[in-house]
C-alpha cells in the first residue's frame, strides 16, 4: 500500500491519494509512514519538474495534495507526539520565491516534532524576519528557496538580522531544491538541510532536544 500512495501522488492522482490515506490509518499504521512516503512521492515530483515533466501547476497541486495529506494525519501523530514545545523557529520562503512544498513538508516536520513554528510563508520581505524574531526570542531561523535568485535573498536577509544585532542569538538553517553546502557559505548560514528529517536533526542538536 505504501507503493500505491507514492505512486498515487506522484501521479497527483489526489482522490486516490486520501482513500489510501484513511485506509492506512484506520489499519492503525505508524502516521509517520504514511508522511515519509509523501515525502518520497514529493521527491518523484520534483524529479518529474526538472526532467520538464511537470510544470509550475503540477507543482502547486502536489503540494495541495499534501496539505490534504497532513491535515488528515496530523490529528493522529499529535496523539502520539509530546506535547511540550522544544523551542521557537521562525520559517519561511525568503523573498523572491513563491515555492511552499518544501518549506511545508519542514515545518510541518518540524511542529509535530515538539517546536513551536512561526510560518511566515512565501516571498516574505526581508524585514519580516528580523520583527519576528524579535517579537518571538525564537533562536532558530529556516530560510527556504527553490530557484536560485534565492541565494542572494537568503544572504541579504541573514545580513539584516546580523545588522539588527540579532546573528549571535539565533541558528540560522537553509534548504531548497538547489542548496548545498557552498550555498550555505555564500549566504552565512550555519547549515543546510537536504530534506525535513535534517532539518529537524539540525533544530534538536541546536536546541539540545
Known sequence: MAEDMVSALADLRE??????????LNAGEEPLNILDDARRALE???????AAEYFIPDLLYSGEI???VTAIVKPELSKTTEAKKLGKIVFGTVAG???DIGKDIVAFM????GFEVYDLGVDVPIQNFVEKIKET??????????LTLAFDSMKQTI?????AGLRDKVKIMIGGGQIDEQVRGYVGADAYGKDAIEAV??????IGG
Open 15 to 24: 482522490d486516490d491519494v486520501m482513500k489510501i490515506v484513511r485506509d492506512r
Open 44 to 50: 518523484i515530483v520534483g524529479e518529474r519538474f526538472a
Open 66 to 68: 499534501l496539505k490534504g
Open 97 to 99: 520565491d513563491i515555492h
Open 110 to 113: 518540524l511542529d509535530v516534532n
Open 137 to 146: 526570542d525564537a533562536t532558530i531561523v529556516g530560510l527556504s528557496g527553490f
Open 159 to 163: 545580513q539584516a538580522i546580523k545588522d
Open 201 to 206: 536533526n539540525l533544530a534538536k542538536s541546536w
